[in-house]
């Protein structure tokens, strides 16, 4: 006779940037809710200090990870977490559900994609173990993120201090600016690196999307204000003649700020997508060849946008 689950731990995240670990573990969140399972993420010790999210229950993983330790810099030049992972990895193989981008796994109440996915997806819930760890980060739950959306607006909002401030930035943008614009540039590895550079997007290449933007949906420059956020420095000339405010803010703080704003024009990132859940509003994705301006003309809220390549619906 099998142990139902009781609960679904995150072990690792994949060294996924904040967004990835948050479309992840909201995804994991939201299936916990159908189920009734507990949702613990302990690879999560990078953000605690930011979001109200309850922290681990096991003592040892709350003290150690999520405690005074986790910000030593002998603790991170020790990599005490990846030599932990590896111990937990070797004892609890047979409680462990994997997933990468060939591999990825669909939750429900979302159905699954084929019938791997629906034999992976009882493996897991038929374990004997108590506790389920997920190893990856392409857990998906695209119809549970609808259905429980409310709680999980909830479960992720920003500790008091953050939103404070970013009600303080936004606050005074709106209030002098009828439309706000939220623009989102993701620089450093996305120059060099990731993608062989095809995601990233000079400023003035921006800019001129941004202009694309007031021309083809008829808004007013007086009236607009355009919001931006980056990892990397800004050149406020590349922009002049609009209407710009740079948060320079935390990672934590800029998604949520963006997530403040009428609609995001972005990166293809998890980033932008994610605020655009948060804030239930349309997210739109540079391209650099067309930006098919008719695609988003009728997008009031937030929806799975078909070019945003890099979420995995």
Not at 16 to 41: D, P, T
Not at 86 to 99: G, H, N, Q
Not at 143 to 154: C, D, N, P, S, T
Not at 289 to 305: C, S
């Amino acid at each position: 006779m099998t142990v139902p689950i009781k609960k679904i731990v995150i072990l690792d995240h994949n060294r996924g940037r904040l967004a990835n670990q948050l479309w992840n573990f909201m995804s994991i969140y939201a299936y916990c809710l159908e189920k009734g399972y507990r949702c613990e993420n302990y690879s999560f010790f990078d953000h605690a200090d930011f979001f109200n999210v309850p922290l681990p229950k096991n003592p040892f993983v709350r003290w150690f990870f999520f405690g005074p330790f986790r910000n030593k810099k002998w603790f991170r030049r020790l990599r005490i977490y990846d030599r932990y992972l590896i111990l937990m990895k070797r004892l609890y193989a047979r409680s462990i559900t994997v997933t990468d981008e060939e591999h990825p796994l669909r939750l429900p109440p979302t159905p699954a994609l084929d019938q791997d996915q629906q034999e992976r997806l009882a493996s897991l819930e038929h374990n004997p173990s108590k506790t389920i760890y997920t190893v990856g980060w392409m857990f998906r739950d695209p119809v549970g993120l609808h259905k429980y959306r409310e709680a999980i607006i909830w479960y992720f909002m920003p500790k008091r201090s953050v939103t404070e401030k970013i009600e303080s930035f936004i606050a005074p943008v709106r209030a002098q600016y009828p439309h706000v614009v939220g623009v989102h540039i993701r620089q450093t590895d996305y120059e060099k690196k990731f993608g062989g550079g095809q995601y990233f997007f000079t400023q003035s290449e921006v800019r001129k999307i941004l202009d694309d933007y007031l021309r083809f949906f008829g808004k007013n420059i007086a009236d607009t204000v355009f919001v931006i956020c980056s990892d990397g420095p800004l050149d406020a000339a590349a922009f002049a003649g609009l209407n710009i405010t740079m948060p320079h803010g935390t990672a934590v703080e800029d998604l949520f700020t963006l997530a403040r704003t009428d609609v995001i024009i972005g990166s293809n990132s998890t980033y932008g997508p994610f605020a655009s859940y948060y804030g239930n509003i349309p997210f739109m994705v540079f391209d650099r060849t067309n930006m098919e301006w008719e695609y988003y003309r009728d997008k009031t809220g937030y929806f799975e946008n078909k070019k945003s390549t890099l979420v995995f619906y």
